[in-house]
C-alpha cells in the first residue's frame, strides 16, 4: 500500500511541472487525494462492504470534485490533474501510467448490468472534458483530444479527436515519439499541430473534386478526338458556382 502511494505522488512530479514538493502533493492535489481515498473503497467494495465504500467514495467526491465509483479497477501511477468534474464509472478499468483531465468523463451507455464502462490500457491520456462512452477499449499509449466524444474503440498509439472522436493520428513521427518519452505524456491529449478533423474533411473532398474535374476533362478530349463531340458548356470554377447554375443545367439536361 506504501509502495503504491509512493508511487503516486512520485507520477505527480512526472506529469504536472507545477509540483513542488511532496507536502505540497500530499496536501494540495485533489487528484492524488481522490485516488487515495478511491484506493480505500475499492478495498471495502472488494470485500462487499458495498454500502461503506459508496460512502467513502461519497466523501471523496465532496471534498474533491471527483467522483469514482468504488467498483472501478485503477492501475498504478494513475494521475488526475485539477481534477474537478472527473467522472469514472463502476465497471470502468484504467491500466497502468494512465493520466486524466479535468472534466473528464468516463461513462456508460447502457442501463444494463455487466460491463458497460469504458477499459484504458497502460499509458492512455485523455485531455479535459472529453468523454469516452460504453465498454469501449483504448488502445495502449493513445491519446483523446480535449472535449472529444468518444463511443467506439481506439487502436493503441493512436490519437482521437472531435465530436464523434475520430482517429487522427495512428502512429507518433519520431520528435513527438521523443518529446513523450521526455515528458511521459502529451498535455490535455494533444498536440499543437493538431488538425481539425472537419476542415481536413472538407479538404479531402476538395482534392477528390480536382482530381475528379481532371478524369472528366480528359474523358471529353478523347470523346472529341474520336469525333464525339461534347457541345456543353463547361462547369464555371468553384468560386463561380452557385445554385442557379444547378437549376439551370438540370433544365437543359431535361
Known amino acids: 500500500m506504501f509502495k503504491t502511494i509512493k508511487e503516486d ?21 485533489p487528484g492524488f487525494h481522490a485516488l487515495l481515498i478511491h484506493r480505500i ?8 462492504l458495498r454500502l461503506l465504500a459508496r460512502l467513502i467514495s461519497h466523501f471523496g467526491r465532496f471534498v474533491t470534485g471527483i467522483e469514482i465509483h468504488p467498483g472501478a479497477t485503477i492501475g498504478r501511477r494513475f494521475f488526475i490533474d485539477h481534477g474537478m ?33 469504458p477499459t484504458l490500457h497502460n499509458g492512455v491520456v485523455i485531455g479535459a472534458g472529453a468523454k469516452v462512452l460504453g465498454p469501449i477499449e483504448i488502445g495502449e499509449n493513445a491519446r483523446i483530444g ?51 478533423p472537419v476542415s481536413d474533411a472538407f479538404n479531402k473532398m476538395l482534392v477528390h473534386i480536382q482530381l475528379m474535374d481532371g478524369e472528366i476533362e480528359t474523358l471529353i478530349k478523347i470523346l472529341n478526338d474520336a469525333g464525339i463531340q461534347y457541345n456543353k458548356a463547361p462547369i ?6 452557385n445554385i442557379s447554375d444547378v437549376s439551370k443545367q438540370q433544365s437543359n439536361s431535361s
Open 41 to 48: 473503497s475499492h478495498f471495502f467494495w472488494k470485500i462487499n
Open 85 to 117: 468534474g472527473v467522472v469514472i464509472g463502476e465497471t470502468a478499468i484504467i491500466g497502468d501510467d494512465c493520466t486524466l483531465y479535468h472534466g473528464v468523463t468516463l461513462g456508460g451507455t447502457s442501463w444494463n448490468k455487466g460491463k458497460r464502462h
Open 146 to 196: 480535449s472535449n472529444s466524444v468518444v463511443l467506439e474503440s481506439i487502436p493503441a498509439d493512436a490519437t482521437a479527436v472531435g465530436i464523434p472522436g475520430r482517429v487522427k493520428v495512428k502512429k507518433t513521427n519520431h520528435k513527438h515519439q521523443a518529446i513523450a518519452k521526455k515528458m511521459g505524456f502529451d498535455a490535455y491529449g494533444t498536440t499543437a499541430d493538431m488538425p481539425d
Open 9 to 29: 505522488i512520485k507520477c505527480v512530479f512526472a506529469r504536472d511541472p507545477a509540483a513542488q514538493s511532496t507536502l505540497e502533493v500530499m496536501t494540495a492535489y
Open 236 to 241: 464555371p470554377d468553384l468560386e463561380d458556382c
